[in-house]
């Protein structure tokens, strides 16, 4: 009897065979992409707008947002500003890495497709800011519109 009951709990060979045969063609192929050094990304779309950006600490903890072109402080960043902060704090980590500063100013660059991206031309480093949702995109979105504040203001 102890032989009938232990053949019925095995599960059937073939179908797990099968699984495990299909998880590593699977394996393989991504491997294959991604050492073929072929683009993965959807091509970008036409850009729509388009403002060079250059963004400041403070003394007070602040982050001054300047507009490169002509110098106009834009929008002055205070609290915590997390995501913002952190997508800066990458790209500038990057630039430390290959011995750049903060002179070459930040592209902000609106699809028409509705992606939105931080592109640094110095290190060719790019964030499709769209990929962490409509709020942490809005963040940077609304420099695109946003109307130099007054000298005072700075």
Known sequence: MSDTTSRSNDL???PLIAIGVLLVA???GV???RLSGQSIRAPDGDAVATRALRFEDRPDGSIAVIDARDGAL???VQ???GFLRG???ALAR?????GLGPEQAFELVARND???TLMDPATGERIDLESFGPTNAGVFARLLNVEPQPASAR
């Open 12 to 14: 059937p060979r073939t």
């Open 26 to 28: 699977v394996i393989v």
């Open 31 to 33: 491997a294959a992409v």
């Open 74 to 76: 834009l929008e002055s």
């Open 79 to 81: 609290g915590e500003a």
């Open 87 to 89: 997508a800066l704090r």
């Open 94 to 98: 990057e630039r430390m890495k290959r």
């Open 114 to 116: 509705g992606r939105l």
